[in-house]
């Protein structure tokens, strides 16, 4: 039964789903009030996309915090799902 369920997730594209999910409620804790300024718009292969709303906040997040923040949200995961963040200005 474990098998057909984990087939019937790959297959539907609901287990990605799943995983994005976990990544996206990792993040919101690891970055806690600050994440009111941010917000996870996708998860693929390893790589998080962040958007932010200003470029000082972008900035801060590139050189500073961000690597952080990646730790952070792997320790909320408790695995290394997380590789990298790419953090773009909000569009």
Do not use: P
């Amino acid at each position: 039964m474990s098998d057909v369920l984990s087939q019937y997730l790959a297959q539907s594209g609901l287990g990605a789903r799943l995983q994005r999910g976990k990544v996206f409620d990792a993040w919101a804790k690891a970055v806690g009030t600050q994440g009111r300024r941010t917000r996870a718009v996708r998860f693929r292969d390893g790589e998080l996309t962040v958007e932010v709303q200003s470029a000082a906040l972008l900035q801060e997040l590139r050189n500073f915090t961000g690597e952080d923040l990646r730790r952070r949200t792997n320790a909320h995961l408790g695995t290394e799902k997380v590789r990298r963040i790419d953090f773009q200005l909000e569009r």
